[in-house]
């Protein structure tokens, strides 16, 4: 009591002679509340995704990390969440991991990745040369990596209640509908500065954080609750079309240029149809290529000819340039790669007018952890869509567990094809930086949350009497 009066007095004093100590540092201010967030989270372990999920959404601010990165808190809390729980098996003497097929990719990709960062050491080019923070960026990347591929892991292990899962949603869905008005508003109408990083009306959208592949989840997991989720109430049917709507309507029509945005979420959507009703699915794609075809022009201008003045299509810049330029590097290191974000050093060396990320998930992992690497990756994203249809198939139809769950599936395939348009998965370390756990980290969440209800439908048919 008398620390939390004394942090107290410290605040007011700080208010009131306002040296700016709280603005520099505002994670200070969680300082009080870390040891009982810590407790909770060590009694109840299954709350770290609760936990994880609203610092990803709301904690905008990072640790420095020496260079032009911020080391996010969702990204410490995961790394902790995830320690705590093996320290706790192993202070119990009883470490043991539930089964799933996402087990051994998600092993052997670990592997790979430490092995590739030795291993690309000693076979680095004699003409290149390592900066000297380049640790620290290798660090980060490996600590991304291993945070983000491990949260499915962590949600079927952890999560023994549905109820998370809908706290969860709901957080989402709250997060939206707080979001997407705002932002509506400093489109249309304040046109705030996109390099301000004040705090008003007109940039309020900007505290929530719905950056990467967010806009794919809520739009399959929200069009999937509607199609699939029977016993909804009236309300929550109604955010639910609210949050859906405003969505489609931030996608479609605000950002039509940014593919990236849309194009995974269109398809995946697409998914959601053909599983629900072949007839409703091809009325879609009918309808859909009958308003193409009548705003064939406006469609063009808005995505083609943008992305060309972008330099995205064409020019020295192009995504064709960039990608040849990635299987020239891969070439000479087909097996392990470049290691953590290691071709950024060659690009400097071989290509330094034209020393740009690949915008490209699997040409980063191509070029940081090889063919292997590569095979690997692609065996834990496949496993992990697989898994995700077997748990729809445990679920009880028009249940929100069956509902979420055929959202999360198709969700995955969009993550699949988002993969292809930029780092929006695994952030590469000179692009997103590790800043961008904070968003790319929605794939791992949500998938693993659907995964977690399987896990729980599974542990119930295998009880005894039932």
Same mark, same amino acid.
């Given at each position: 009591?008398?620390?939390?009066l004394?942090?107290?007095?410290?605040?007011?004093?700080e208010?009131?002679?306002?040296?700016?100590?709280?603005?520099?540092?505002?994670?200070?201010l969680l300082?009080?509340?870390?040891?009982?967030?810590?407790?909770?989270?060590?009694a109840?372990?299954?709350?770290?995704?609760?936990?994880?999920?609203?610092?990803?959404?709301?904690?905008?601010?990072?640790?420095?990390?020496?260079?032009?990165?911020?080391?996010?808190?969702?990204?410490?809390?995961?790394?902790?969440?995830?320690?705590?729980?093996?320290?706790?098996?192993?202070?119990?003497?009883?470490?043991?991991?539930?089964r799933?097929p996402?087990?051994?990719?998600?092993?052997?990709?670990?592997?790979?990745?430490?092995?590739?960062?030795?291993?690309?050491?000693?076979?680095?080019?004699p003409?290149?040369?390592?900066?000297?923070?380049?640790?620290?960026?290798?660090?980060?990347?490996?600590?991304?990596?291993i945070?983000?591929?491990?949260?499915?892991?962590?949600?079927?292990?952890? =999560?023994?209640?549905?109820?998370?899962?809908?706290?969860?949603?709901?957080?989402?869905?709250?997060?939206?509908l707080f979001?997407l008005?705002?932002?509506?508003y400093?489109?249309?109408?304040?046109?705030a500065?996109?390099?301000?990083?004040?705090?008003?009306?007109?940039t309020?959208?900007?505290?929530?954080?719905?950056?990467?592949?967010f806009?794919?989840?809520?739009?399959?997991?929200s069009l999937?609750?509607?199609?699939?989720?029977?016993n909804?109430g009236?309300?929550?049917?109604?955010?639910?079309?609210?949050?859906?709507g405003?969505?489609?309507?931030?996608?479609?029509v605000?950002?039509?240029v940014?593919?990236?945005?849309?194009?995974p979420?269109?398809?995946?959507?697409?998914?959601?149809?053909?599983?629900?009703?072949?007839?409703?699915?091809?009325?879609?794609?009918l309808?859909?290529?009958?308003?193409i075809? =009548?705003?064939?022009?406006?469609i063009?201008?808005?995505?083609?000819?943008?992305?060309?003045k972008?330099?995205?299509?064409?020019?020295?810049?192009?995504?064709q340039?960039?990608?040849?330029?990635a299987?020239?590097?891969?070439?000479?290191?087909?097996?392990?790669?470049t290691?953590?974000?290691?071709?950024?050093?060659?690009y400097?060396?071989?290509?330094?007018?034209?020393?740009?990320?690949t915008?490209n998930?699997?040409?980063?992992?191509?070029?940081?952890?090889?063919l =292997?690497?590569l095979?690997?990756?692609?065996?834990?994203?496949?496993?992990?869509?697989?898994e995700?249809?077997?748990?729809a198939?445990?679920?009880?139809?028009?249940?929100?567990?069956?509902?979420?769950?055929?959202?999360?599936?198709?969700?995955?395939?969009?993550?699949m094809?988002?993969?292809?348009?930029?780092?929006w998965?695994?952030?590469?370390?000179y692009?997103?930086?590790?800043?961008?756990?904070?968003?790319? &980290?929605?794939?791992?969440v949500?998938?693993?949350?659907?995964?977690?209800?399987?896990?729980?439908?599974?542990? &119930?048919?295998t009880?005894p009497?039932?």
């Open positions: 009591m008398l620390v939390l004394g942090f107290g007095c410290f605040i007011a004093v208010l009131l002679l306002g040296s700016g100590f709280l603005l520099s540092r505002p994670y200070f300082l009080p509340v870390l040891p009982f967030i810590f407790l909770l989270i060590s109840r372990l299954e709350l770290g995704i609760v936990a994880l999920l609203f610092c990803m959404m709301w904690v905008r601010f990072g640790l420095s990390t020496g260079t032009a990165s911020k080391l996010p808190i969702s990204l410490l809390f995961a790394l902790f969440w995830g320690g705590l729980w093996l320290v706790k098996m192993a202070l119990e003497g009883d470490i043991r991991f539930i799933s996402l087990n051994k990719p998600v092993l052997y990709f670990i592997i790979i990745l430490l092995l590739s960062t030795f291993w690309s050491r000693f076979l680095i080019d003409q290149v040369v390592l900066w000297s923070g380049f640790e620290k960026v290798q660090l980060g990347t490996v600590g991304v990596t945070a983000s591929i491990t949260i499915p892991i962590l949600c079927i292990n952890l =999560i023994k209640n549905n109820k998370l899962v809908k706290i969860c949603y709901g957080l989402a869905v709250a997060g939206s979001y008005p705002f932002y509506t400093e489109v249309f109408f304040a046109k500065s996109a390099d301000t990083n004040e705090i008003s009306l007109a309020l959208s900007r505290v929530f954080n719905s950056g990467g592949l806009p794919l989840w809520m739009c399959t997991l999937a609750m509607l199609f699939y989720a029977r909804l009236k309300w929550q049917r109604f955010f639910i079309i609210l949050c859906l405003g969505w489609l309507f931030r996608l479609f605000v950002t039509l940014r593919i990236s945005g849309w194009l979420a269109l398809m995946a959507m697409l998914v959601i149809l053909f599983l629900y009703s072949r007839k409703l699915f091809f009325f879609f794609l309808a859909s290529a009958i308003l075809a =009548i705003n064939y022009q406006t063009y201008d808005a995505t083609v000819v943008q992305k060309e972008e330099g995205t299509l064409s020019g020295e810049t192009s995504r340039n960039l990608w040849n330029q299987f020239q590097v891969s070439q000479d290191h087909p097996l392990l790669g290691g953590p974000a290691g071709y950024g050093n060659y400097m060396v071989y290509f330094r007018d034209l020393s740009l990320s915008h998930n699997y040409l980063d992992m191509l070029l940081q952890y090889g =292997i690497g095979g690997i990756f692609l065996w834990l994203c496949f496993s992990l869509i697989k995700l249809w077997k748990s198939a445990l679920q009880q139809k028009g249940s929100f567990e069956h509902a979420f769950t055929i959202g999360a599936f198709a969700g995955s395939i969009g993550m094809i988002g993969m292809w348009l930029g780092d998965v695994i952030p590469f370390a692009n997103q930086t590790i800043s961008g756990f904070n968003y790319t &980290a929605y794939n791992w949500f998938s693993g949350l659907a995964l977690a209800l399987g896990q729980i439908a599974r542990k &119930a048919r009880k009497g039932e």
